[in-house]
């Protein structure tokens, strides 16, 4: 039960991301979310472009900025990205998050978010706010000895891009559970000359053993402890994982360092929408009465 809202005056500008299979269990997202909140829509591996598209198209239409995933290793060729920027820009979508993606393999001649950016497909379709993936606790896919170097070759490229064009590019990170890391990950970033807005991945509340599961799926290695940890403890076992402090921690952070780059909260609602959005209602005090967490 929630016993009590907490405001948090530097974490009120959040969006949140959205499957289009959970997304067709909301009759309207206008009953849950205020309109131009940014929904990402996550593209995974089994789902088929015309879901994502329909998908976008009614989150358009109900009022919401839509930011649809591009994993570039799942797209076959430049022609089939311009097909699918320019159907996403019929239906009024003009974000996109580009990833490599999770398949080791290429389907087609994309490997990297460099190489979808460099086909020069979303300048032609006035794709300007373009998201690309943060890590700040590295990526084994993408340097298996955990030094990070490719990472940030690749962001540096990315700053360079966004210094010399009139795209807006900005950093999504993947979700973490240690303050300290995603602080001290922020700091090296500018510390290496990349000064673009981070959007930081936060887990939505969730059963704990969900939480580990999706941990583990999206390579989140060192937060594991902090799951392994309050595991660990049988009374907390039953109750769901709530970022509390997670977000009380970075909030303080940002009180005391004004000029740090991290510009919102991106929430994965691993545990369901309603139960995220429900919480980060509570966080801002605008919560109206009392619920019980549920997952979708």
Known sequence: MLKKSFNLKKINNFSIEVMPRTASKIKNFNDLLK???????????????????????????????????FPARMIKDKQTLDDWVKKYHNVGVKNSLLIAGN????YGEFYSSIDLIRTEVFDKYSFKNIFVAGHPEGNKDIDPEGNDKNIKKSLLWKNEFAKNTDANLSITSQFCFNSETIIKWSEELIKNKIDLPINIGIPGPAKLQTMIKYAISCGVGPSIKILEKRAMDLTKMILPYKPEKLLVSLNNYLI???????????????????????????CNGTLKEKKVYQDD
């Open 256 to 282: 005391n360092n004004p000029n740090s780059k991290i510009n919102s909260m991106h929430f994965f609602p691993l545990g369901g929408i309603k139960k995220t959005i429900e919480f980060i209602d509570y």
């Open 35 to 69: 309109p131009k909140t940014n929904i990402y829509i996550a593209h995974l591996e089994n789902v088929d472009f015309v879901e994502m598209l329909s998908t976008a198209e009614r989150l358009v239409n109900e009022g919401y900025n839509v930011t649809p995933h």
């Open 103 to 106: 398949q080791k393999k290429p």
